[in-house]
């Protein structure tokens, strides 16, 4: 059974910092990308970051740029997201999702279009 699990998530001050950690099971971990996507309360879901289990490379949107991190951890099945500086608006779900790596040549795509395996996840609350 292929299961996306996120922890880490809770309420932290503005300034404060937060681990997310996305655990993989039941696919072949080092063959997927993963992606982490937030949704805050009436607004639309949006990719905050991915990394490439190809060759490392990692993607940032705009807004959490230089505040997060995303690690991955082979050995573990694990992939993390940093959030250092948190804000108020850094307020949402947080999701994980794989993706079947692509690459053309050397080039590997840290993002996907679709993702076709989703976690259930995890709250993050910023305080003012």
């Known amino acids: 059974e292929v299961q996306l699990v996120e922890s880490g998530g809770g309420l932290v001050q503005a300034g404060g910092s937060l681990r997310l950690s996305c655990a993989a099971s039941?696919?072949?971990?080092?063959?997927?990308?993963i992606a982490w996507f937030r949704q805050a309360p009436g607004k639309e879901r949006e990719g905050i970051s991915c990394?490439?289990?190809?060759?490392?490379?990692?993607y940032y949107t705009n807004s959490v740029k230089g505040r997060f991190s995303i690690s991955s951890d082979n050995a573990k099945n694990t992939v993390y997201l940093q959030m250092n500086s948190l804000k108020p608006e850094d307020t949402a779900v947080y999701y994980c999702?794989?993706?079947?790596?692509?690459?053309?040549?050397?080039?590997?795509?840290?993002?996907?279009?679709?993702?076709?395996?989703w976690g259930q996840g995890t709250q993050v609350t910023v305080s003012s």
């Open positions: 990394i490439s289990s190809g060759d490392g490379s990692t």
């Open positions: 999702a794989a993706e079947r790596e692509a690459h053309s040549g050397t080039y590997y795509y840290p993002c996907h279009v679709k993702y076709d395996y």
């Open positions: 039941g696919f072949a971990f080092d063959d997927y990308d």
